[in-house]
């Protein structure tokens, strides 16, 4: 009989106890396509006394993350436990000796992806990260391996779930930022702390894991710009309606002729994109290639089960190489591209402006605008005679720069009362 593979797990908690049941639940599935059995050897938690909601030999059970991702014996070390350190150094270390890692650590990932790359590469070993974005969604292997034939034009992504549901309920129950952030809270989908995201930096750390496959290229999640959606008002959700459009958190990676755009932030899209439909917790991606044209891929973004769907097929993978004798694949960065300044990134832009009702001010703003090279495409005037009036633009592309210089002369006219809101416009005209 085959020798079963020893798989050693960091972290039982929300993703690792699915990876445990699942191990447990379709042995037979999976030794038929890893070519034999997976054996959990190990699994390590900080607190091995606290009860588990999972079927386990508490035996395999280690208080000491060390110990099991040293164990000389083990093939393949999975790592969910999350943060920086201690897996940093365990996985560096694992991969060096040629022990194949699987890692949900999107953090790790976007901060020491290069190192881990490089440690994976001496030790001849394979690192694979599908679980790290949009959890059950097969983004990573379909850009590291499936859209080889392309060239990766646009990426844009729904790929936080808590805000996409904080959205979502302000969306459909015309609620507020608050009440819907509490409901999200209440039903377990955003933390005591909602800060990471709902200001958008776990976006960002995921899209700089989605630009790195896209373009092979290597990029840090503060290379991306990012912006939260807590200054988001049932105002600004109403106005977008108006317009046709809904509002979403999206994650945008562009090639730009040898440069990037990396950019996270609230986004008005029409209401008949494919993104627009995205509800709730799920998550979406959708890709450009030149070839394929548009994709979209859908689905459960987090949770213990959709997660660990994504992690078991990484076992898999890396099972199937141990039995191949090949050394794993790893998506490695072959170009340098620099992403290009918030300041010269290209959008079409909403603009919310509060005035004071008297004749001449829109032609006094569509004047300033205009000087700045930034062109109206539509505008409707909201309230009554008499009473501050707020004037929604929406532009054709213009330079952020640009636009910026321009609000600052529009916020200085004195019939201007304040700029309420200005969102980025994407899909409705090409970029
Ligand atoms: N949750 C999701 O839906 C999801 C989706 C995609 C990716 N991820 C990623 O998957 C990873 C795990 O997330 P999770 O939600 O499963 O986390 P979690 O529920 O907090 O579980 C973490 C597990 O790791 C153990 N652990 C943490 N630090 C440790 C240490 N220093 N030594 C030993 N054990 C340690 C904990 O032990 P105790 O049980 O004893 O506390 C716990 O079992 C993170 O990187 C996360 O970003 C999660």
Do not use: W
């Not at 054996?39 to 059970?61: F, G, I």
């Not at 290597?218 to 290379?223: T, W």
């Not at 999206?250 to 950019?263: F, H, N, P, S, T």
């Amino acid at each position: 009989m085959t020798r079963p593979l020893e798989i050693a797990l960091l972290g039982l908690g929300t993703v690792g106890a699915g990876v445990a049941e699942l191990l447990q639940r379709h042995a037979e599935l999976l030794a038929e396509r890893a070519g034999g059995p997976l054996q959990l050897r190990r699994v390590a938690v900080r607190d091995p006394d606290k009860p588990r909601d999972v079927d386990l030999d508490p035996d395999l059970l280690c208080g000491d993350p060390t110990l099991v991702a040293a164990d000389p014996e083990i093939d393949v070390l999975v790592e969910v436990m999350g943060g920086i350190e201690p897996a940093r150094t365990l996985l560096c270390e694992a991969l060096r000796r040629g022990v194949h890692v699987v890692t949900a650590n999107k953090e790790l990932l976007a901060k020491h992806g290069a190192e881990l790359r490089e440690a994976a590469l001496q030790g001849g070993a394979g690192l694979h990260c599908e679980a790290a974005v949009a959890g059950g969604i097969p983004i990573v292997k379909a850009l590291a391996e499936s859209l080889s034939g392309n060239r990766v034009q646009a990426l844009y992504g729904i790929v936080n779930g808590t805000t996409n549901f904080i959205l979502t309920r302000m969306t459909q129950d015309k609620v507020g930022f608050a009440e819907a952030l509490k409901q999200a809270q209440d039903l377990g989908y955003a933390e005591a702390n909602p800060a990471a995201d709902v200001d958008g930096d776990d976006a960002a750390s995921k899209l700089a894991i989605l630009a790195g496959l896209a373009f092979g290229a290597e990029f840090a999640s503060d290379d991306v710009y990012r912006a939260g959606i807590g200054h988001l008002t049932p105002t600004d959700i109403q106005a977008a309606a108006d317009l046709g459009h809904v509002i979403k958190l999206l994650a945008i990676a562009k090639d730009r002729d040898g440069q990037v755009e990396l950019r996270v932030h609230p986004t008005m899209i029409p209401a008949d994109h494919p993104l627009a439909a995205v509800h709730g917790a799920y998550n979406a991606v959708f890709v450009h290639g030149d070839a394929v044209g548009d994709l979209m891929f859908y689905g459960r973004g987090a949770g213990r089960m959709p997660t660990a769907s994504a992690v078991l097929a990484d076992i898999v993978d890396a099972a199937q190489d141990l039995r191949r004798g090949v050394s794993g694949r790893i998506p490695m960065p072959s170009r340098r591209l620099a992403v290009l300044p918030m300041t010269e990134v290209t959008s079409r832009y909403y603009l919310a402006i509060q005035v004071a009702d008297q004749p001449g001010v829109l032609g006094a703003i569509a004047t300033v605008l205009g000087r700045h090279q930034v062109s109206v495409a539509s505008m409707i005037q909201k309230g009554r005679r008499d009473a501050p009036v707020d004037l929604l633009f929406v532009t054709h592309q213009a330079v952020e720069r640009q636009l910026l210089a321009a609000l600052e002369e529009v916020a200085g006219l004195p019939q201007v009362e304040r700029i309420a809101q200005v969102i980025r416009v994407e899909g409705s005209e090409e970029a």
